[in-house]
């Protein structure tokens, strides 16, 4: 029995072949076009093993719908990329393969693959923030995605501005909530250049370390998880994820005992590969979501 999965970025696909051990037989990537190219790569990819695939989890951009009991369950719904907007995609996968297919967000894989096989490996409860192009966050409780009417959006959770920072803010619905002041393009437009063109000694990290510390207060008095993973581009150096460690510290003040924060606060064990081992778990253990 053979397993797929799909990461299904707005920018990228990976797409991906695995066994009942969750080891990747083959993968590939390729561009985020049009759904009609896209898709066609994706159903070309799968053909080879079509014989042997039992199930495909997915773990897409969004917003998507994940009430099965919705005529748009497996849609992706009101995103910004105008030709995904009310895309059937696993209706559209249905057509091609007719095997079971675990739908989810890109970001609950990619907190799943973390929680199977990554740091959050034999805890209960783990969230896992992408800090990149966009912020998500995902949430398992007792082996269960944290969801109700929808996915949750904590990348949009309203932060403190801090004193220094004098940029409104990116995102155009609510301007300056954590992704509209933290995400990867709220760092270039502030400052001009990408955040890895900056030296780590830039005062701008000081902020930027503010506000992730600041979402992980929050999730820390909402959720009281085990574990925070923050995984995506921003987080990508190293001197970042001290900064927040430390600022949380401050924020925090004592006021709940946490696990070690060089242990709550961490970065994804499995780097890049977390959200497609993700959707490969998620394909071998859906029942159980």
């Known amino acids: 029995m053979l397993y797929g999965a799909i990461e299904a970025g707005g920018t990228k696909f990976v797409c991906a072949?695995?066994?009942e051990e969750l080891s990747m037989i083959e993968r590939v990537s390729f561009p985020t076009t049009t759904p009609e190219e896209t898709m066609q790569r994706v159903i070309d990819f799968f053909e080879e093993y079509r014989d042997e695939l039992v199930s495909i989890g997915v773990g897409s951009f969004g917003?998507?719908?994940l009430q099965r009991a919705s005529a748009t369950y497996g849609f992706i719904t009101s995103t910004p990329k105008l030709a995904w907007q009310n895309f059937d995609f696993v209706g559209t996968l249905k057509r091609s393969f007719n095997v079971s297919i675990s739908w989810t967000t890109d970001v609950n894989a990619?907190?799943?693959g973390e929680?199977?096989?990554?740091?959050?490996?034999g805890l209960s409860s783990v969230v896992y923030y992408t800090i990149g192009t966009g912020i998500g966050g995902g949430a398992i409780q007792n082996g269960r995605f944290i969801e109700g009417f929808s996915h949750p959006e904590m990348g949009h959770m309203l932060i403190k501005r801090h004193p220094e920072d004098l940029f409104a803010g990116n995102c155009p619905f609510h301007h300056d909530c954590l992704e509209g002041m933290a995400a990867g393009p709220a760092i270039e437009k502030r400052m001009g250049v990408k955040g890895q063109?900056?030296?780590e000694e830039d005062?701008?990290?000081a902020i930027e370390a503010s506000y992730i510390a600041q979402c992980a207060y929050n999730t820390t008095l909402i959720l009281s998880p085990d574990i925070i993973i923050f995984g995506g581009g921003v987080m990508k150096q190293e001197h970042l994820k001290k900064k927040v460690q430390a600022e949380f510290v401050r924020l925090i003040n004592r006021y709940v005992d946490t696990p070690s924060v060089s242990e709550y606060i961490v970065t994804p064990k499995l780097a890049d590969n977390a959200g497609i081992i993700g959707c490969l778990a998620l394909a071998r253990d859906q029942r159980n979501l």
């Open 17 to 19: 072949i695995g066994d």
């Open 63 to 65: 917003p998507i719908d």
């Open 110 to 112: 990619a907190c799943y």
């Open 115 to 121: 929680y199977v096989l990554g740091h959050g490996k």
């Open 197 to 199: 063109e900056l030296l």
């Open 203 to 205: 005062p701008f990290w």
